[in-house]
């Protein structure tokens, strides 16, 4: 008996030790610098957004957090670049409508990570309307001279996106197909080179979130003529909203921290209350806010979970609705 109960110790022991450094490591979380994973180029709306929570970040735990931009394929490559990370939660994806719902929806189990399964969603940071731009390559100044120039011109109205699939790239073909209009589409890797192309005139409109925009000095070289999504950002009420001209044309942007699957629960409850406070605090609030963002003021796993559940679901609809032709996967 006494042999026996010995052997039973023995064998308990080390999951005892296990569980104990377990506790230990996730209480003094974090010890070293963490990574947040940013799946696009520098120069678009996701990135200073990314990079401002990080600052937040660091602040909080008292590490550093260091931004990795890891762009193409629509944010494909960085996706799945922190779906592969090891799940010891020093590895975060600051991600996007594209890579964690668009993508998902339209190639279901081809990716290279499972948007459902791949990550534990911490928090979501902020919505965005997107803008719809006009240069001077095409003399248009609104909304209804764009429509009427691109019926008289097919296919020869051209416009920037930030990839295949993205967020603007749907934006575009949503409005071609409501307006009954041929639009030419040229994508990009990331919003920074899409806007950079349409100001140097190569295409004649682009699609951008308003984070990207609000800030940038259009010297006249562009007009903001349109929004889309819901709700609309107070700063540009004033401009005609596609979601109201074209009902279905509900295109916005979202962006919200993410972690590997299986990180371990103490280092996830923690990192959701730390970025609970981070969104509460008025100063990150205007911060985000003069961005031209929309600040979410409460958000945890279970309901972001949701969220990203239903813009799968969303977005799924919308591609059998307007029968949009998916590009095959490289």
Known sequence: MILKNAVKSFLILPLFLITLSCFSAEQDYPNRSIRLVIPYPPGGGIDPAGRIIAIALSQELGQPVFVENISGASGQIGTATVARAKPDGYTFLFGSVAPN???????????????????????????????????????????????????????????????MLSGPHLAGELLAKMAKVNLLHVPFKGNGPSFTAFLGGEVNMTFDSAGGVIGKKQDDKFRVIAITGSPELSALANLPNLSKIYPGHNVFQWYGLFAVQNAPEGVIKKLNMTMDRILKNPEMRKKISDMGLIPVMESNPMTFQAFVNSEIDRWKQIFSTYHFEIPSLK
């Open 101 to 163: 719902a668009i993508l998902p929806a339209a190639y279901e189990n081809q990716l290279l990570y499972d948007a459902k399964k791949s990550f534990i969603p911490i928090a979501k940071v902020a919505e965005s309307n997107y803008v719809l731009l006009v240069n001077k390559t095409i003399p248009v100044s609104n909304l209804d001279e764009l429509i009427k120039y691109a019926q008289l011109n097919p296919e020869k109205v051209s416009y920037s996106s930030s990839g």
